[in-house]
């Protein structure tokens, strides 16, 4: 049989389709292996429910812990979602208030103790730091607005301007 992605389908309608079609307890143990080991990405109360229809249509407990092992990946899958809409608000956030920030007249920000603190946080990352939450063109955008006022990614914007920030700074 050739590959074809046109019949790629997600991983849940496989194992539930794979559930459905077993007929004895042997390939029910077949099944567990897969089942308990395997990463699965969504869709867990399709699987559960196969599997639990499998369960009473053979008469067999659950003896090997798929439905535990499933709620589990399921509980996991939750909470990687959570922490990933989390990361995606705070990115959103910071990416926000940089484009704020640099959106107004940075000479002028850069003689207030806050704002020079920023710009000094914000010079002193690397591209690939403000990749990790911003968009190629966002960065861009900050990288060009640096250059406007002089300044670089990835410079220590020297001790002239760092003696300007208010020693509670910590700089």
Same mark, same amino acid.
């Not at 439905?67 to 959570?82: F, L």
């Not at 990352?125 to 002089?150: I, K, P, Q, Y």
């Given at each position: 049989m050739e590959y074809d992605p046109a019949n790629d $389908?997600?991983? &849940?309608?496989?194992?539930v389709c794979i559930i459905n079609q077993a007929t004895s307890s042997d390939e029910a143990a077949g099944i567990v292996d897969l089942l308990v080991t395997t990463a699965c990405p #969504?869709? &867990?109360?399709?699987?559960?429910? +196969?599997? $639990?229809?499998?369960? @009473? $249509?053979?008469?067999?407990?659950?003896?090997h812990g798929v439905?535990?092992?499933?709620?589990? @990946? @399921?509980? &996991?899958?939750?909470?990687? #979602?959570?922490k990933k809409l989390e990361e995606q608000r705070l990115s959103t956030e910071l990416s926000k208030r940089i484009m704020d920030f640099f959106s107004t007249n940075l000479h002028g920000a850069l003689t207030v103790g806050g704002g020079l603190r920023f710009v000094h946080e914000v010079c002193?990352?690397? $591209?690939?730091?403000?990749?990790?939450?911003? +968009?190629?063109? =966002?960065?861009?955008?900050?990288?060009?607005?640096? #250059?406007?006022? =002089?300044l670089r990614l990835g410079m220590d914007i020297g001790p002239e301007l760092r003696a300007k920030l208010p020693t509670r700074c910590g700089l």
């Open positions: $389908r997600p991983y &849940h309608e496989t194992v #969504a869709n &867990h109360d399709a699987i559960i429910k +196969s599997w $639990r229809a499998l369960l @009473k $249509r053979l008469n067999l407990p659950d003896s439905i535990a092992a499933m709620e589990a @990946k @399921k509980a &996991h899958a939750n909470e990687q #979602a959570e002193q990352m690397t $591209r690939d730091e403000l990749l990790g939450f911003m +968009s190629e063109e =966002g960065v861009a955008e900050v990288e060009a607005t640096l #250059a406007n006022a =002089g």
